[in-house]
C-alpha cells in the first residue's frame, strides 16, 4: 500500500533509522530528519555501496526488523522482531515444508507485512527461485496469475479474501504452483473445498500468527482434512519453539472445547513495541508457565480440540481484518476526531452491507457545526491512513448508541444502507454502459447502478475492482488495466475508455496466406453438416429488398463487385484436405448484374426458387445476386449467401457497405470505405489459437460445470410423435404483446437490475418447466460474438450459440428465477467464446437424428432498430 507522506515521516521518526532507503517517487514525501541519510536505490547511490563485510556481527537478540501495524490509540505502533526468533520461524519453515532448487516462490506481499520476510528469505535459503511480483499482484488475481505462469511459480503465498477473489473469477491456478499458503485471516470449509476443486494437487496449509509472534506461530496442513462445509477449518499446532495456550481472565487454562484467550510463549515472541514500554508491558505478560518468559496476548478467541489442535473463533477487541489487512478501528476513530466539526466517531467493519465487508464511520457532529460530505472526510483520513483504513460509507448521527453500562453499543448502530436515498440514478445511454452498469450492480449486489455512480462510493474496494476488471476484460475482450477502475469508477467513465483500450492480449494478425487456411470451428461444422447432406436450404440466408425509384443497375453491380473484392469471405470456397477441410480464397469476380423484367405475381416464385437453389460449397460462389424489375421504376433486388460465409450482423454490414459504394460510383467518387485490416480466414486462424490448452479448458470448464445437471432433451407434450429424422418443417406464429405489459415488462427488468432479454427469457423457460414438467430448461440463443473491434467491420460466421440453463428445482418465485436467469447470461456472455460445437464436442451428449443436442429450442431477442436503408 502507499502510505501517506505524515505515516511515512511518523514512522522514520519513531523508527530512527539512520539510512532510509527510497526510490525517485518516494523521496518527494520523505523530508528526513537531521541526521537520517536517504539513499536513492534507482539512481547513483546504488552503486556507490562497497562489497567488503561491515564487520559487524549479530546476535539472536538483536533486531532483525520492525515491522508497523496499526495501533488503536491513533498512532501505528513498531513490532521489533529479533534474529533469534527470525532464525527460529526460517528454521522450522525449511524442515517444515522443505524448498528445493525446482522450486519457485513468489514474492508479491508489500514488504510492510511480515509475510513478505518469509516469502523472501525461504527459497534464499533453499537455493530455490525468488520471483519478485509485478508491482499489482498482491491485490489483482489476474496480474497475480499471469505472474504465477510466466515464471512457473511452486509456492504461494495468500490472504483468505485473495483466494477468494481467485477462485470465484474461475480462474484455475497454474500448473506448477504446488503448494499454497493462507495466513491473516480464517480460512473457510468453502474456499478449501473450492480450492480443492480447481486445483486438486496444490496443497494447502492455515498458517496462523500475529506480527508480534514472528509471522507464523501455528499451523495446520488441511491436506488429510475432510471435506465436510460445516466445521471450522482449525489453525492447527504450533510451531518449533513456540507454545500456545488457552487462558481465562484468571490466566487459567480453559478445558478442551471452551473458548478463552490465546496466548503464544516461545522462540518467536517479540522483543516488544519500539518505544511503547507501556504497551510492551500490556501486552506481554511474564509466563507462570515456564515455557520461556513472556506470555504475549494476542487477543484472539481459540480453543483447544480434542485432537490437540487449535481452533480460532474470532477477537476479543475491536481490531478487524479487511481483505487481510490487520485494522485497529481506534486509529481511524482518532484520525476522524481531529476535524473540527466531528465531536464523536465509532469504525467498524459491517458484513451485511451488499458489497461484503467494509468499513463505516459513524459520526456525531459537534454543536452547532455540519458534518462535511464523505468525500472531504475521506480527503481528511488520506493524509495519514492507508487506503485500506478509509471507511467506505459515513453515517451521520445525533448520538452513538450506548448499551446500558455506558459503553459503545455497536450492534445498535445503523446498516449504512439506510443512507442510500441520496444517490441519483441516471439511465445508462449506450450499450457499453448498461453492460457495465450491469456488472457493477452485480458485484456490488445493489439493485442497480446509474451511469456516473462511483463503484468505490457503492462499496467497492479493491478485491472487487478487480472482480470488475476481469469480468470486463472477458466481456468486452479488452485489456482493461485494474487502474483504469480506479480512474473512472463509473458506467459512463469506464465506457469511454473502452474505446481508448487495446484489445486483450493477442489482437487478430493477417494470416500467412502460403500456409493452407482452416476453417472458423462454427464454419467447420456446417461444412461437416454439409459433407453429410441433407440440410436442404436450412443454412441459405437470404434477402430481399425493394427498391422504389430510378436505379443505375450498373453502378448496383459494381457495388457488389467492390464488396467481393473487399471481404475475401464472399469468394471463399471450401476444400477437404489432408489435415481438414481449407478455405480456398479466389481472385476477384466481377458480378455482373442485369434487371430481369418479372410479372409482379410471380416475383414470390422467382424469389423462392433463388433463395432455395443449392449451393455446392467446394465449387460455387457463395454469394448470389438477382435484381427482378416488376415495373419501371420498381426493382426486387435478392441476395442469397450460404450461413458458412455470413450471419445476421455481416447483413447488416453488407447492406451499408452496398449502398455507399452504389453511392460512390453513381457520382463516379472513390470509395468511402477504409481498407480492411484483417479478414475472416485471419480470425478464424486466431480463433484457433484462442481456443487450445489453458485458455479452452477454462472455457470448456465454466460450461460443463453450468450444464452438469441437464437433461438430455426436452420432452414437450406433442399432439403426434417426433419423426425418426428431424425435419426442417416448421411454422410462424404471430402474436401481440400490448404496449403496457411492454412497458411494465421493460420496468420489471430495470428493477431487477436486469435487461429485458433476460425478463423475456426467463418467462420463457418458465413457461418450458411448466410444460414439460421439466425442472432444468436449456435453451439455445444466438450472440454476436464479435467481441473483437477487428472483427466488427467482416463480413462472415461470427454468431456463436449459448446454452442457458435455468434450474426450476423447489419452485422458485420469478424474482428469484429472473435473479439466477441474469447470472447465467452474464456468465454466458463471459465465457461465449468457446463455440457451440466445442461445448458439444467435449460434453458428447447421446446424439439422435431428430434432435439437437444439448438443446431443443431457441430464443432470440430482436431489438436492434430495422434498418431501411436508402440509395441516392
Ligand atoms: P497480523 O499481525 O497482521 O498477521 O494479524 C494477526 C491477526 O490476524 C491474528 O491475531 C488473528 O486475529 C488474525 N489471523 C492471522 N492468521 C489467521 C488465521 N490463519 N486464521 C484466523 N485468523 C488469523
Same mark, same amino acid.
Given at each position: 500500500?502507499?502510505?501517506?507522506?505524515?505515516?511515512?515521516?511518523?514512522?522514520?521518526?519513531?523508527?530512527?533509522?539512520?539510512?532510509?532507503?527510497?526510490?525517485?517517487?518516494?523521496?518527494?514525501?520523505?523530508?528526513?530528519?537531521?541526521?537520517?541519510?536517504?539513499?536513492?536505490?534507482?539512481?547513483?547511490?546504488?552503486?556507490?555501496?562497497?562489497?567488503?563485510?561491515?564487520?559487524?556481527?549479530?546476535?539472536?537478540?538483536?533486531?532483525?526488523?520492525?515491522?508497523?501495524?496499526?495501533?488503536?490509540?491513533?498512532?501505528?505502533?513498531?513490532?521489533?522482531?529479533?534474529?533469534?526468533?527470525?532464525?527460529?520461524?526460517?528454521?522450522?519453515?525449511?524442515?517444515?515444508?522443505?524448498?528445493?532448487?525446482?522450486?519457485?516462490? &513468489? $514474492?508479491?506481499? +508489500?514488504?510492510?507485512?511480515? @509475510?513478505?520476510?518469509? !516469502?523472501?528469505? #525461504? /527459497?534464499?535459503?533453499?537455493? *530455490? %527461485?525468488?520471483?519478485?511480483?509485478?508491482?499489482?499482484?498482491?491485490?489483482?488475481?489476474?496480474?497475480?496469475?499471469?505472474?504465477?505462469?510466466?515464471?512457473?511459480?511452486?509456492? &504461494? $503465498?495468500?490472504? +483468505?479474501?485473495?483466494?477468494? @477473489?481467485?477462485?470465484? !473469477?474461475?480462474? #484455475? /491456478?497454474?500448473?506448477?504452483? *504446488? %503448494?499454497?499458503?493462507?495466513?491473516?485471516?480464517?480460512?473457510?470449509?468453502?474456499?478449501?473445498?473450492?480450492?480443492?476443486?480447481?486445483?486438486?494437487?496444490?496443497?494447502?496449509?492455515?498458517?496462523?500468527? +500475529?506480527?508480534?509472534?514472528?509471522?507464523?506461530?501455528?499451523?495446520?496442513?488441511?491436506?488429510?482434512?475432510?471435506?465436510?462445509?460445516?466445521?471450522?477449518?482449525?489453525?492447527?499446532?504450533?510451531?518449533?519453539?513456540?507454545?500456545?495456550?488457552?487462558?481465562?481472565?484468571?490466566?487459567?487454562?480453559?478445558?478442551?472445547?471452551?473458548?478463552?484467550?490465546?496466548?503464544?510463549?516461545?522462540?518467536?515472541?517479540?522483543?516488544?513495541?519500539?518505544?511503547?514500554?507501556?504497551?510492551?508491558?500490556?501486552?506481554?505478560?511474564?509466563?507462570?508457565?515456564?515455557?520461556?518468559?513472556?506470555?504475549?496476548?494476542?487477543?484472539?478467541?481459540?480453543?483447544?480440540?480434542?485432537?490437540?489442535?487449535?481452533?480460532?473463533?474470532?477477537?476479543?477487541?475491536?481490531?478487524?481484518?479487511?481483505?487481510?489487512?490487520?485494522?485497529?478501528?481506534?486509529?481511524?476513530?482518532?484520525?476522524?476526531?481531529?476535524?473540527?466539526?466531528?465531536?464523536?466517531?465509532?469504525?467498524?467493519?459491517?458484513?451485511?452491507?451488499?458489497?461484503?465487508?467494509?468499513?463505516?464511520?459513524?459520526?456525531?457532529?459537534?454543536?452547532?457545526?455540519?458534518?462535511?460530505?464523505?468525500?472531504?472526510?475521506?480527503?481528511?483520513?488520506?493524509?495519514?491512513?492507508?487506503?485500506?483504513?478509509?471507511?467506505?460509507?459515513?453515517?451521520?448521527?445525533?448520538?452513538?448508541?450506548?448499551?446500558?453500562?455506558?459503553?459503545?453499543?455497536?450492534?445498535?448502530?445503523?446498516?449504512?444502507?439506510?443512507?442510500?436515498?441520496?444517490?441519483?440514478?441516471?439511465?445508462?445511454?449506450?450499450?457499453?454502459?448498461?453492460?457495465?452498469?450491469?456488472?457493477?450492480?452485480?458485484?456490488?449486489?445493489?439493485?442497480?447502478?446509474?451511469?456516473?455512480?462511483?463503484?468505490?462510493?457503492?462499496?467497492?474496494?479493491?478485491?472487487?475492482?478487480?472482480?470488475?476488471?476481469?469480468?470486463?476484460?472477458?466481456?468486452?475482450?479488452?485489456?482493461?488495466?485494474?487502474?483504469?477502475?480506479?480512474?473512472?469508477?463509473?458506467?459512463?467513465?469506464?465506457?469511454?475508455?473502452?474505446?481508448?483500450?487495446?484489445?486483450?492480449?493477442?489482437?487478430?494478425?493477417?494470416?500467412?496466406?502460403?500456409?493452407?487456411?482452416?476453417?472458423?470451428?462454427?464454419?467447420?461444422?456446417?461444412?461437416?453438416?454439409?459433407?453429410?447432406?441433407?440440410?436442404?436450404?436450412?443454412?441459405?440466408?437470404?434477402?430481399?429488398?425493394?427498391?422504389?425509384?430510378?436505379?443505375?443497375?450498373?453502378?448496383?453491380?459494381?457495388?457488389?463487385?467492390?464488396?467481393?473484392?473487399?471481404?475475401?469471405?464472399?469468394?471463399?470456397?471450401?476444400?477437404?484436405?489432408?489435415?481438414?477441410?481449407?478455405?480456398?480464397?479466389?481472385?476477384?469476380?466481377?458480378?455482373?448484374?442485369?434487371?430481369?423484367?418479372?410479372?409482379?405475381?410471380?416475383?414470390?416464385?422467382?424469389?423462392?426458387?433463388?433463395?432455395?437453389?443449392?449451393?455446392?460449397?467446394?465449387?460455387?460462389?457463395?454469394?448470389?445476386?438477382?435484381?427482378?424489375?416488376?415495373?419501371?421504376?420498381?426493382?426486387?433486388?435478392?441476395?442469397?449467401?450460404?450461413?458458412?460465409?455470413?450471419?445476421?450482423?455481416?447483413?447488416?454490414?453488407?447492406?451499408?457497405?452496398?449502398?455507399?459504394?452504389?453511392?460512390?460510383?453513381?457520382?463516379?467518387?472513390?470509395?468511402?470505405?477504409?481498407?480492411?485490416?484483417?479478414?475472416?480466414?485471419?480470425?478464424?486462424?486466431?480463433?484457433?489459437?484462442?481456443?487450445?490448452?489453458?485458455?479452452?479448458?477454462?472455457?470448456?470448464?465454466?460450461?460443463?460445470?453450468?450444464?452438469?445437471?441437464?437433461?438430455?432433451?426436452?420432452?414437450?407434450?406433442?399432439?403426434?410423435?417426433?419423426?425418426?429424422?428431424?425435419?426442417?418443417?416448421?411454422?410462424?406464429?404471430?402474436?401481440?404483446?400490448?404496449?403496457?405489459?411492454?412497458?411494465?415488462?421493460?420496468?420489471?427488468?430495470?428493477?431487477?437490475?436486469?435487461?429485458?432479454?433476460?425478463?423475456?427469457?426467463?418467462?420463457?423457460?418458465?413457461?418450458?418447466?411448466?410444460?414439460?414438467?421439466?425442472?432444468?430448461?436449456?435453451?439455445?440463443?444466438?450472440?454476436?460474438?464479435?467481441?473483437?473491434?477487428?472483427?466488427?467491420?467482416?463480413?462472415?460466421?461470427?454468431?456463436?450459440?449459448?446454452?442457458?440453463?435455468?434450474?426450476?428445482?423447489?419452485?422458485?418465485?420469478?424474482?428469484?428465477?429472473?435473479?439466477?436467469?441474469?447470472?447465467?447470461?452474464?456468465?454466458?456472455?463471459?465465457?461465449?467464446?468457446?463455440?457451440?460445437?466445442?461445448?458439444?464436442?467435449?460434453?458428447?451428449?447421446?446424439?439422435?437424428?431428430?434432435?439437437?443436442?444439448?438443446?431443443?429450442?431457441?430464443?432470440?431477442?430482436?431489438?436492434?432498430?430495422?434498418?431501411?436503408?436508402?440509395?441516392?
Amino acid at each position: 500500500p502507499t502510505y501517506p507522506a505524515e505515516r511515512l515521516a511518523f514512522m522514520a521518526e519513531d523508527a530512527k533509522a539512520p539510512i532510509i532507503l527510497v526510490t525517485a517517487q518516494s523521496a518527494d514525501r520523505l523530508a528526513p530528519a537531521a541526521g537520517t541519510t536517504l539513499l536513492r536505490i534507482d539512481g547513483d547511490d546504488a552503486q556507490s555501496g562497497s562489497d567488503t563485510s561491515p564487520g559487524r556481527s549479530v546476535s539472536g537478540s538483536d533486531l532483525a526488523y520492525v515491522i508497523y501495524t496499526s495501533g488503536s490509540t491513533g498512532r501505528p505502533k513498531g513490532v521489533m522482531i529479533s534474529h533469534g526468533a527470525l532464525a527460529n520461524h526460517m528454521r522450522w519453515m525449511a524442515d517444515a515444508f522443505p524448498l528445493a532448487a525446482e522450486d519457485a516462490v &513468489l $514474492q508479491k506481499t +508489500p514488504l510492510s507485512f511480515d @509475510a513478505s520476510v518469509w !516469502e523472501l528469505f #525461504a /527459497p534464499l535459503m533453499a537455493g *530455490a %527461485r525468488l520471483v519478485i511480483a509485478g508491482p499489482e499482484s498482491h491485490r489483482d488475481p489476474a496480474s497475480l496469475l499471469a505472474d504465477l505462469s510466466r515464471f512457473e511459480v511452486t509456492t &504461494l $503465498q495468500l490472504v +483468505p479474501s485473495m483466494l477468494r @477473489a481467485m477462485l470465484a !473469477e474461475t480462474i #484455475a /491456478p497454474s500448473r506448477s504452483l *504446488a %503448494r499454497l499458503f493462507c495466513g491473516g485471516e480464517a480460512l473457510t470449509p468453502d474456499l478449501r473445498g473450492a480450492l480443492r476443486e480447481a486445483a486438486p494437487g496444490v496443497t494447502l496449509t492455515n498458517l496462523y500468527g +500475529p506480527t508480534e509472534a514472528c509471522i507464523q506461530a501455528i499451523t495446520h496442513s488441511c491436506t488429510a482434512d475432510r471435506p465436510t462445509l460445516s466445521a471450522r477449518i482449525p489453525i492447527g499446532r504450533p510451531i518449533s519453539n513456540v507454545s500456545a495456550f488457552v487462558l481465562d481472565e484468571a490466566l487459567e487454562p480453559t478445558p478442551i472445547g471452551v473458548a478463552g484467550e490465546l496466548y503464544i510463549a516461545g522462540a518467536g515472541l517479540a522483543r516488544g513495541y519500539l518505544n511503547r514500554p507501556g504497551l510492551t508491558a500490556e501486552r506481554f505478560v511474564p509466563n507462570p508457565f515456564g515455557d520461556g518468559e513472556r506470555l504475549y496476548r494476542t487477543g484472539d478467541r481459540a480453543r483447544w480440540r480434542a485432537d490437540g489442535e487449535l481452533e480460532y473463533l474470532g477477537r476479543l477487541d475491536q481490531q478487524v481484518k479487511v481483505r487481510g489487512f490487520r485494522i485497529e478501528p481506534g486509529e481511524i476513530e482518532a484520525a476522524l476526531l481531529a476535524h473540527p466539526a466531528v465531536s464523536q466517531a465509532a469504525v467498524v467493519i459491517r458484513t451485511d452491507t451488499a458489497a461484503g465487508a467494509q468499513l463505516v464511520g459513524y459520526l456525531v457532529p459537534a454543536e452547532g457545526c455540519e458534518l462535511p460530505p464523505p468525500a472531504e472526510l475521506k480527503e481528511q483520513l488520506r493524509r495519514t491512513l492507508p487506503d485500506h483504513m478509509i471507511p467506505t460509507f459515513f453515517v451521520a448521527l445525533d448520538g452513538l448508541p450506548l448499551s446500558p453500562n455506558g459503553k459503545l453499543d455497536r450492534k445498535a448502530l445503523p446498516s449504512p444502507e439506510l443512507q442510500s436515498d441520496s444517490r441519483v440514478y441516471h439511465a445508462p445511454t449506450t450499450p457499453e454502459e448498461e453492460q457495465l452498469a450491469l456488472l457493477f450492480a452485480e458485484i456490488l449486489g445493489v439493485e442497480r447502478v446509474g451511469r456516473n455512480e462511483n463503484f468505490f462510493e457503492l462499496g467497492g474496494h479493491s478485491l472487487l475492482a478487480t472482480g470488475l476488471a476481469v469480468r470486463i476484460r472477458q466481456l468486452f475482450g479488452l485489456n482493461l488495466p485494474l487502474r483504469a477502475i480506479f480512474e473512472a469508477p463509473t458506467p459512463a467513465g469506464l465506457a469511454a475508455r473502452l474505446g481508448t483500450l487495446e484489445a486483450a492480449s493477442d489482437a487478430i494478425e493477417p494470416a500467412d496466406r502460403r500456409k493452407a487456411l482452416p476453417l472458423s470451428f462454427t464454419q467447420e461444422r456446417l461444412w461437416f453438416l454439409d459433407q453429410l447432406g441433407g440440410t436442404g436450404g436450412a443454412y441459405h440466408v437470404p434477402m430481399a429488398a425493394t427498391i422504389a425509384g430510378p436505379l443505375d443497375v450498373a453502378a448496383l453491380g459494381h457495388a457488389f463487385t467492390d464488396l467481393i473484392a473487399r471481404h475475401e469471405v464472399l469468394r471463399t470456397r471450401f476444400a477437404e484436405a489432408g489435415e481438414g477441410a481449407v478455405q480456398r480464397i479466389d481472385a476477384p469476380w466481377t458480378l455482373a448484374l442485369a434487371a430481369e423484367d418479372v410479372e409482379p405475381a410471380l416475383v414470390e416464385a422467382r424469389l423462392v426458387e433463388f433463395v432455395r437453389r443449392p449451393f455446392d460449397l467446394q465449387n460455387d460462389r457463395l454469394l448470389r445476386v438477382a435484381l427482378f424489375r416488376v415495373a419501371p421504376e420498381r426493382h426486387v433486388l435478392a441476395v442469397v449467401l450460404h450461413h458458412i460465409v455470413t450471419d445476421g450482423w455481416s447483413m447488416g454490414v453488407m447492406m451499408r457497405e452496398v449502398g455507399l459504394l452504389y453511392a460512390a460510383h453513381l457520382f463516379g467518387r472513390p470509395s468511402p470505405l477504409a481498407p480492411l485490416p484483417v479478414q475472416y480466414a485471419d480470425w478464424a486462424v486466431w480463433q484457433r489459437s484462442q481456443l487450445q490448452g489453458e485458455k479452452l479448458e477454462r472455457q470448456l470448464g465454466w460450461w460443463r460445470e453450468k450444464l452438469a445437471g441437464a437433461p438430455a432433451a426436452l420432452d414437450l407434450p406433442t399432439d403426434r410423435p417426433r419423426p425418426a429424422v428431424q425435419s426442417f418443417a416448421g411454422d410462424i406464429h404471430r402474436f401481440t404483446v400490448p404496449a403496457e405489459l411492454a412497458g411494465q415488462l421493460q420496468a420489471l427488468a430495470r428493477r431487477e437490475g436486469a435487461t429485458l432479454f433476460m425478463v423475456l427469457l426467463a418467462a420463457y423457460q418458465f413457461i418450458l418447466s411448466r410444460w414439460s414438467g421439466q425442472e432444468q430448461i436449456v435453451v439455445g440463443t444466438p450472440i454476436a460474438n464479435r467481441t473483437r473491434a477487428e472483427a466488427e467491420g467482416l463480413i462472415g460466421f461470427f454468431a456463436n450459440t449459448l446454452a442457458l440453463p435455468a434450474d426450476l428445482a423447489g419452485a422458485p418465485t420469478f424474482r428469484e428465477l429472473l435473479a439466477q436467469v441474469r447470472e447465467t447470461a452474464l456468465g454466458a456472455y463471459a465465457h461465449q467464446d468457446l463455440p457451440f460445437e466445442k461445448l458439444v464436442e467435449a460434453l458428447q451428449p447421446a446424439r439422435e437424428l431428430n434432435r439437437q443436442p444439448i438443446f431443443q429450442t431457441m430464443f432470440v431477442l430482436q431489438n436492434t432498430p430495422p434498418s431501411g436503408g436508402s440509395l441516392p
